[in-house]
């Protein structure tokens, strides 16, 4: 037999002890502005009484997606109460937040750029394969290794399992966008900047709104996981029910975890219907500065006519 190995791992060992040793400066400075994001996070839901938190939930479920959706998050965090989990789901859902928002401020903007970069996008495609296939365990060891124990290993490793659908479903929203549309938009003058922001971008929002569900979902699915490490919430029950086999628990705090999951999937998913869209379309016209963005102004015309629109234009100026 053959007397051949490839030192991988100590390969990997050696870049880790490289990081700790040279970069604990960036570690403590990450490390300490996330505690500081979820102590922020943490203390909007904590602080006013639980009665106040359902409420408001209830009445933005409501309006999301109507009654049923209202009522099915009242009693379900009603539950959670019942079976006393609300301070364990209150410090999940914040864990959820921060780790959800880290991750799509660098997905969104990375598929943005895949999308319009080829060579960006050859590098990034097995970056994020080498990401969603490794196993969720194997993330807890950098996180222990670079911030010990607690909430911020926790809020790393989670980051690191939810990025690539961010990505992914971003660049292939912005690709699938009608080449005619972005050209009207071209036609008519616009800034690459522009024809992203009020072409790209909105027509790619049912996509990009995929990703954002599934970056929250799998954020949800990894903090259960980060409980191993110290992070707490609903996790930490669950890994203390799994070690000293309490069903009792374990089945108390993975219900809350499923009625967190369920609440959390369909207000994201609220964003793909009718209403969603309207609002969101709303909220582009309002950062838009108001107006009439290229796409609505091309709406229902061939990319003949908005050429011959936009040609009768130059040569009329004055009107």
Same mark, same amino acid.
Do not use: C
């Given at each position: 037999?053959? *007397?051949?190995? /490839?030192?991988?791992?100590?390969?990997?060992?050696?870049?880790?002890?490289? /990081?700790?040793?040279?970069?604990?400066?960036?570690?403590?400075?990450?490390? *300490?502005?996330?505690?500081?994001?979820?102590?922020?996070?943490?203390?909007?839901?904590?602080?006013?009484?639980?009665?106040?938190?359902?409420?408001?939930?209830?009445?933005?479920?409501?309006? =999301?997606?109507?009654?049923?959706?209202?009522?099915?998050? @009242?009693?379900?965090?009603?539950?959670? +109460?019942?079976?006393?989990?609300?301070?364990?789901?209150?410090?999940? /859902?914040?864990?959820?937040?921060?780790?959800?928002?880290?991750?799509? @401020?660098?997905?969104?903007?990375?598929?943005?750029?895949?999308?319009?970069?080829?060579? %960006?996008?050859?590098?990034?495609?097995?970056?994020? *394969?080498?990401?969603?296939?490794? #196993?969720?365990?194997?993330?807890?060891?950098?996180?222990?290794?670079?911030?010990?124990?607690?909430? =911020?290993?926790?809020?790393?490793?989670?980051?690191?399992?939810?990025?690539? #659908?961010?990505?992914?479903?971003?660049?292939?929203?912005?690709?699938?966008?009608?080449?005619?549309? %972005?050209?009207?938009?071209?036609?008519?003058?616009?800034?690459?900047?522009?024809?992203?922001?009020?072409?790209?971008? #909105?027509?790619?929002?049912?996509? +990009?709104?995929?990703?954002?569900?599934?970056?929250?979902?799998?954020?949800?699915?990894?903090?259960?996981?980060?409980?191993? %490490?110290?992070?707490?919430?609903?996790?930490?029950? @669950?890994?203390?029910?799994?070690? =000293?086999?309490?069903?009792?628990?374990?089945?108390?705090?993975?219900?809350? %975890?499923?009625?967190?999951?369920i609440v959390l999937d369909r207000f994201t998913g609220a964003f793909g219907n009718r209403r969603g869209r309207a609002l969101m379309a709303r909220w582009f016209s309002q950062l838009s500065g108001g107006g009439e963005s290229p796409t609505e102004s091309t709406a229902g015309k061939d990319t003949e006519r908005i050429l011959a629109?936009?040609?009768?234009?130059?040569?009329?100026?004055?009107?």
């Amino acid at each position: 037999m053959i *007397d051949f190995r /490839i030192p991988f791992g100590k390969w990997v060992e050696s870049s880790t002890k490289w /990081i700790e040793d040279n970069l604990d400066w960036l570690l403590t400075f990450l490390g *300490d502005l996330w505690n500081l994001l979820y102590d922020s996070v943490n203390w909007l839901f904590t602080t006013p009484s639980a009665i106040v938190v359902i409420i408001v939930m209830g009445l933005l479920a409501l309006i =999301a997606r109507g009654w049923k959706f209202g009522l099915g998050t @009242v009693l379900g965090l009603l539950f959670i +109460i019942g079976v006393d989990q609300w301070d364990n789901a209150m410090d999940t /859902i914040s864990l959820v937040i921060v780790s959800a928002f880290l991750a799509l @401020v660098v997905a969104i903007p990375l598929g943005i750029l895949a999308a319009r970069n080829k060579t %960006v996008s050859a590098v990034v495609k097995p970056i994020m *394969d080498f990401l969603q296939t490794m #196993p969720a365990f194997v993330y807890l060891i950098p996180a222990i290794a670079f911030f010990g124990i607690g909430v =911020a290993p926790g809020i790393f490793a989670t980051v690191l399992f939810s990025l690539a #659908p961010g990505v992914r479903l971003t660049e292939l929203g912005i690709r699938t966008v009608d080449s005619e549309v %972005v050209e009207a938009g071209q036609a008519f003058g616009a800034s690459p900047r522009r024809i992203l922001r009020q072409i790209q971008l #909105p027509l790619a929002m049912p996509s +990009i709104m995929a990703g954002v569900n599934q970056v929250i979902m799998l954020s949800l699915s990894m903090v259960v996981i980060a409980g191993m %490490v110290g992070a707490g919430g609903l996790g930490g029950d @669950v890994a203390r029910a799994v070690s =000293a086999l309490d069903i009792a628990i374990g089945a108390e705090a993975g219900m809350s %975890v499923v009625i967190l999951a369920i609440v959390l999937d369909r207000f994201t998913g609220a964003f793909g219907n009718r209403r969603g869209r309207a609002l969101m379309a709303r909220w582009f016209s309002q950062l838009s500065g108001g107006g009439e963005s290229p796409t609505e102004s091309t709406a229902g015309k061939d990319t003949e006519r908005i050429l011959a629109e936009h040609s009768g234009n130059r040569r009329q100026p004055g009107r």
